[in-house]
């Protein structure tokens, strides 16, 4: 049997209008119930700065129309359940659906940034074991899980790698860099005081190795570890590598 099932969209429709043009005088999506405490003058009470005449062009619909119009914009949402991500931001990547259980468990979803240390113990046990995890895989002496995004994290081990240059006595001058990588790639090696050196890709798009070895000279010009590079996105005809530039 070599029937297939022929494609289905998956949106319920791809011609949506504004909701605007659903609008009509009068038509109210909800209705809010008596006052069961006594009427105070909003102008009185907040000042007339802070007391507004009203929201001019807001659209006039049902609570139906509101409900269906955005559920059908809902459908347009592209999401790791309907297909991959086959380049984007680190924050675009697949999460597990565990991880996304996790965090919305009590005492996790509901922590502040700023709330007294003596109530984050939970989550500070949690921090703790994933270091001492990622520790124990790496072999290193030490972590920080102080960034929180991949440009952080970034500009965090460009200078870690600056810092141990300086402690060598030669700091380096440049960072190499290709012309396919992130925007903030560069912008991370400058704020770490370094000059940005474009490698060029060729043909097929991917790094020229050849023009690389040119650049990489031997004056210790570069950074060392000039430019080390983990493609985080590979076409299926590209050729996934880390190369270490050494000077």
């Given amino acids: 049997m070599n029937r ?42 907040l000042g007339e700065n802070y007391r507004g005449e009203g929201v001019s062009g807001f659209p006039e619909v049902s609570e139906i129309e509101v409900i269906r119009h ?15 991500y086959p380049l984007g931001s680190c924050t675009m990547k697949y999460n597990p659906r565990v991880n996304e259980f996790v965090a919305r468990l009590d005492g996790i979803a509901t922590e502040h940034p700023y709330q007294p240390q003596e109530l984050s113990q939970g989550c500070l046990k949690i921090l703790r074991l994933l270091e001492q995890c990622l520790l124990e895989i790496t072999g290193m002496d030490t972590i920080t899980l102080q960034p929180a995004a991949g440009a ?10 600056r810092a141990y240059l300086q402690k060598q006595g030669n700091p380096r001058k440049k960072v190499l860099i290709p012309d396919s990588a992130h925007g903030t790639n560069p ?41 080390r590079r983990s493609r985080k996105s590979c076409t299926p005809r590209e050729r996934c590598f880390t190369w270490t530039a050494r000077t």
């Fill in 4 to 45: 297939r099932i022929k494609k289905a969209t998956r949106h319920t429709n791809q011609n949506e209008g504004l909701i605007f043009e659903k609008s009509s005088p009068g038509k109210r999506a909800f209705e809010l119930p008596p006052l069961d405490v006594p009427n105070v003058d909003a102008a009185e009470a």
């Fill in 70 to 84: 955005f559920t059908r914009l809902s459908t347009w949402n592209y999401a790791i359940d309907l297909g991959m």
């Fill in 187 to 227: 912008a991370t090696a400058v704020i770490a005081g370094y000059e940005v050196e474009n490698i060029k890709s060729e043909s097929h798009g991917q790094i020229d190795v050849d023009k690389l070895r040119e650049l990489v000279t031997t004056d210790g010009e570069f950074s060392s570890s000039a430019y």
């Fill in 152 to 161: 952080q994290g970034e500009l965090t081990g460009l200078l870690l790698i």
